[in-house]
């Protein structure tokens, strides 16, 4: 199995990072992976999104044009990145962003309101292991057991002790997304 990820939103929204341990991740699980971040000069508040293919095969090339999942975490990002998704793909898109949702009726769309349980959860930074949670229920190319090594892996020692809320946060992503 082979997915190629966009994973899109604004600075400071955990975007780098969620792409960061998701290739950990598919690395934990001897899979091939490729992690191509971009983000503006600003990062905090500007547009960052970063690309990662997990693969079974060799990847020839980590730069795509069209993807197999887009997970957009703002309107700018929607607008850029819903018609790059392959016909048949999934996009996922967290409702507290989005002002205008996707419109393809090509692709398989999903909502999680992530923002929405991160506050529930009372905790802001669990909002991304909350979206990926979602996408690993419903294109599962990685175990939680592997999520939970690239964590151990990815996190300085000193947050080692923020894993089980973490992935308490995927459980949830993974309760929380809707088709749409």
């Not at 792409?19 to 547009?47: C, D, F, H």
């Not at 700018?76 to 990145?81: A, G, R």
């Not at 967290?94 to 393809?104: A, H, S």
């Not at 929405?116 to 979602?134: H, P, Q, R, T």
């Amino acid at each position: 199995m082979k997915a190629e990820i966009i994973i899109a939103g604004f600075g400071g929204q955990g975007v780098l990072s969620m792409g960061k341990i998701l290739a950990y991740s598919g690395l934990m699980e001897n899979k091939e992976v490729t992690w191509m971040p971009a983000y503006g000069p600003e990062q905090r508040g500007g547009t960052a999104n970063v690309t990662v293919i997990v693969s079974e095969e060799r990847i020839s090339s980590p730069i795509l044009s069209q993807y197999d999942v887009a997970i957009v975490l703002n309107q700018p990002s929607l607008d850029k990145f819903e018609s790059k998704v392959k016909p048949g793909g999934i996009l996922i898109y967290d409702g507290f962003g989005i002002i205008n949702p996707p419109t393809r009726k090509d692709i398989n769309v999903y909502r999680i309101d992530a923002m929405d349980k991160a506050a529930e959860l009372k905790n802001s930074k669990v909002f991304n292991m909350i979206v990926l949670g979602g996408l690993l229920k419903v294109c599962p190319i990685v175990s939680t057991d592997g999520l939970n090594k690239a964590l151990y892996k990815t996190l300085p020692e000193r947050h080692h002790g923020l894993i089980p809320l973490n992935m308490e946060a995927v459980e949830a992503g993974g309760q929380i997304i809707e088709k749409v």
